[in-house]
């Protein structure tokens, strides 16, 4: 995903930090995260309306260019695609815009059938719209970082290279209802990508007449559970029941808002005046919500982490990069400043993101940062090939939020402490922040990152040389071949063997820092029944009631 998801980045709710995770959110006391199927035509009396904060403005809510969390949650409920998981993750038929499908003996063609459904505007849905938003994305003009979700099809990453023609793209409508889809190699994950929003459709009328249409409510349509019909920037997102949704009898909700408070404390005050339907604790108070049963804490795949430019010096040298992870106490972190019971990371691919695999991929490979004792002889090590009698100060940069900024804090005191060296703190706006990283204008950066399908690709593709969420500059030919080596099988153990040697390069070259394995903290009131949770950190409102 999504950056809390990069973007990531980024938008999690993790405790305290939501802090958007690159590739965020969700809600509370109540721990009922399953799905209830509703009675056709059964609507509770009273209007129901779900309160949520996004905490910053969203930066896209086009598939195309969408990248992070919290556009991303927002997204997942104005658009669908050909597939929309079930609250255990999984892909079922007919969940989504596809009502059947077919795949080839050697998994190399699918055919989707899709189900009568219309835009918000009236229009049908068809399969030329998601073949002209897939091959958009695709589209070197488009300059959409995650354009490398699409690579799976046939020439796909030729056509976003400019090496081939959108007519040559393994994604082609054979009518208004079949979707004839051929990749370049066996993806034992590709169902479960159709669910995530770089695969939604557009509407190819509306995208043509106007290159701004995702833009604001008035000219946003939309195929999802929802509308938008209100966007006040930096302020307020509306989202309400769309009558066009094929499946609205089974959605309770007449209306979504989303405030943006990246204030922890306003947000808590809010949640208790009963002003927030769900929300995210402060920091300083998560461990003891958790203990009262105020606030839950579920694990979920991704990774707090912070990333080097490899391009700036001092981080040019691969030692500097390791003394400095190294030099993090990551239980001490944990413990006594994020208090949300977030797993120590010594690796990149966290534990759970291998299902299919039959082994734990983290378990499998091991650990590789080194422990604080061993970071001042790292940092020397470093500082000697590099030719420096003294360490020059250095900037670490994070997006505005107290989570975030606690941690920071934190970290700085171990760096100076086990490192004796001085770093500078300097934060921006969620999406200001998100261009920083982008045009590489930083020296270490925070960044977060959760799942976008359950398999270790979704994290260990990030850092292919020029990859679109890789805003570290990076670059390795071997990692680069290995990743080429996992997307071109379907053979488990060959990708197995391919990620194991390509996370011990990345862990030995260290072009980020993983701090720590997310967990979703959350608070929910009790009447708020039906959210689904997911374990890639993405929330489903679209069968919740409030009783």
Same mark, same amino acid.
């Given at each position: 995903?999504?950056?809390?998801?990069?973007?990531?980045?980024?938008?999690?709710?993790?405790?305290?930090?939501?802090?958007?995770?690159?590739?965020?959110?969700?809600?509370?006391?109540?721990?009922?995260?399953?799905?209830?199927?509703?009675?056709?035509?059964?609507?509770?009396?009273?209007?129901?309306?779900?309160?949520?904060?996004?905490?910053?403005?969203?930066?896209?809510?086009?598939?195309?260019?969408?990248?992070?969390?919290?556009?991303?949650?927002?997204?997942?409920?104005?658009?669908?695609?050909?597939?929309?998981?079930?609250?255990?993750?999984?892909?079922?038929?007919?969940?989504?815009?596809?009502?059947?499908?077919?795949?080839?003996?050697?998994?190399?063609?699918?055919?989707?059938?899709?189900?009568?459904?219309?835009?918000?505007?009236?229009?049908?849905?068809?399969?030329?719209?998601?073949?002209?938003?897939?091959?958009?994305?695709?589209?070197?003009?488009?300059?959409?970082?995650?354009?490398?979700?699409?690579?799976?099809?046939?020439?796909?990453?030729?056509?976003?290279?400019?090496?081939?023609?959108?007519?040559?793209?393994?994604?082609?409508?054979?009518?208004?209802?079949?979707?004839?889809?051929?990749?370049?190699?066996?993806?034992?994950?590709?169902?479960?990508?159709?669910?995530?929003?770089?695969?939604?459709?557009?509407?190819?009328?509306?995208?043509?007449?106007?290159?701004?249409?995702?833009?604001?409510?008035?000219?946003?349509?939309?195929?999802?559970?929802?509308?938008?019909?209100?966007?006040?920037?930096?302020?307020?997102?509306?989202?309400?029941?769309?009558?066009?949704?094929?499946?609205?009898?089974?959605?309770?909700?007449?209306?979504?808002?989303?405030?943006?408070?990246?204030?922890?404390?306003?947000?808590?005050?809010?949640?208790?005046?009963?002003?927030?339907?769900?929300?995210?604790?402060?920091?300083?108070?998560?461990?003891?919500?958790?203990?009262?049963?105020?606030?839950?804490?579920?694990?979920?795949?991704?990774?707090?982490?912070?990333?080097?430019?490899?391009?700036?010096?001092?981080?040019?040298?691969?030692?500097?990069?390791?003394?400095?992870?190294?030099?993090?106490?990551?239980?001490?972190?944990?413990?006594?400043?994020?208090?949300?019971?977030?797993?120590?990371?010594?690796?990149?691919?966290?534990? @759970?993101?291998?299902?299919?695999?039959? =082994?734990?991929?983290?378990?499998?490979?091991? %650990?590789?940062? $080194? +422990?604080? *004792? /061993? !970071?001042?002889?790292?940092?020397?090590?470093?500082?000697?090939?590099? @030719?420096?009698?003294?360490?020059?100060? =250095?900037?670490?940069?994070?997006?505005?939020? %107290?989570?975030? $900024? +606690?941690? *920071? /804090? !934190?970290?700085?005191?171990?760096?100076?402490?086990?490192?004796?060296?001085?770093?500078?703190?300097?934060?921006?706006?969620?999406?200001?922040?998100?261009?920083?990283?982008?045009?590489?204008?930083?020296?270490?950066?925070?960044?977060?990152?959760?799942?976008?399908?359950?398999?270790?690709?979704?994290?260990?593709?990030?850092?292919?040389?020029?990859?679109?969420?890789?805003?570290?500059?990076?670059?390795?030919?071997?990692?680069?071949?290995?990743?080429?080596?996992?997307?071109?099988?379907?053979?488990?153990?060959?990708?197995?063997?391919?990620?194991?040697?390509?996370?011990?390069?990345?862990?030995?070259?260290?072009?980020?820092?993983?701090?720590?394995?997310?967990?979703?903290?959350?608070?929910?009131?009790?009447?708020?029944?039906?959210?689904?949770?997911?374990?890639?950190?993405?929330?489903?409102?679209?069968?919740?009631?409030?009783?």
């Amino acid at each position: 995903m999504k950056k809390t998801s990069k973007w990531l980045v980024l938008m999690i709710a993790i405790i305290m930090v939501a802090s958007v995770v690159l590739a965020g959110c969700g809600g509370g006391t109540s721990t009922d995260g399953e799905k209830k199927d509703q009675t056709a035509g059964e609507q509770p009396a009273k209007e129901q309306v779900l309160r949520l904060n996004a905490k910053t403005e969203p930066p896209s809510l086009d598939p195309a260019t969408t990248t992070d969390s919290t556009s991303g949650d927002i997204l997942r409920e104005l658009m669908e695609g050909l597939v929309r998981l079930d609250e255990n993750s999984q892909v079922k038929q007919g969940s989504g815009m596809a009502e059947s499908w077919e795949i080839s003996e050697d998994g190399l063609k699918y055919t989707f059938h899709l189900k009568d459904a219309k835009w918000s505007n009236g229009d049908p849905v068809t399969a030329h719209d998601f073949e002209f938003a897939w091959k958009r994305v695709l589209n070197p003009e488009t300059a959409s970082d995650y354009a490398y979700q699409l690579y799976y099809l046939k020439n796909g990453e030729a056509y976003n290279a400019g090496k081939a023609k959108a007519e040559d793209v393994g994604v082609k409508a054979l009518d208004d209802k079949t979707l004839e889809v051929t990749l370049e190699a066996p993806t034992p994950f590709f169902l479960q990508l159709t669910a995530f929003y770089t695969l939604f459709p557009v509407n190819q009328k509306v995208v043509e007449a106007n290159k701004d249409w995702a833009a604001e409510a008035a000219t946003y349509v939309s195929n999802g559970p929802f509308k938008l019909t209100k966007w006040e920037h930096d302020s307020e997102v509306v989202i309400e029941k769309n009558e066009n949704y094929w499946n609205k009898d089974k959605v309770n909700l007449s209306k979504i808002s989303w405030v943006m408070i990246n204030d922890d404390n306003t947000e808590y005050q809010l949640f208790q005046n009963n002003e927030l339907d769900i929300a995210q604790p402060p920091t300083e108070l998560t461990k003891e919500l958790i203990d009262k049963g105020e606030a839950t804490s579920k694990p979920i795949l991704g990774n707090y982490m912070f990333v080097f430019n490899v391009e700036k010096e001092p981080f040019t040298n691969k030692y500097v990069r390791q003394a400095f992870a190294a030099a993090i106490d990551r239980e001490s972190l944990i413990n006594n400043v994020t208090q949300g019971g977030q797993i120590p990371a010594y690796a990149f691919v966290p534990p @759970g993101a291998s299902p299919d695999m039959g =082994v734990d991929f983290r378990e499998k490979n091991g %650990d590789f940062v $080194k +422990k604080p *004792a /061993e !970071a001042k002889a790292l940092l020397e090590k470093g500082m000697q090939e590099l @030719g420096l009698k003294t360490f020059p100060k =250095v900037t670490l940069s994070y997006n505005t939020n %107290d989570g975030n $900024k +606690k941690i *920071a /804090e !934190a970290v700085q005191a171990m760096w100076k402490q086990n490192l004796g060296v001085d770093v500078e703190l300097t934060n921006q706006e969620w999406k200001v922040y998100l261009k920083t990283l982008s045009a590489g204008d930083y020296q270490i950066g925070r960044y977060g990152w959760l799942a976008d399908y359950m398999d270790p690709m979704t994290f260990m593709d990030m850092w292919v040389t020029d990859g679109g969420n890789n805003d570290t500059n990076w670059s390795n030919a071997r990692y680069d071949e290995l990743i080429k080596q996992a997307k071109s099988t379907g053979d488990q153990q060959v990708r197995l063997a391919a990620f194991q040697e390509a996370e011990q390069i990345l862990m030995d070259e260290m072009p980020i820092i993983p701090v720590y394995f997310y967990t979703r903290v959350f608070m929910q009131h009790d009447n708020v029944k039906n959210v689904v949770r997911h374990a890639d950190g993405s929330s489903d409102f679209t069968w919740v009631t409030i009783e």
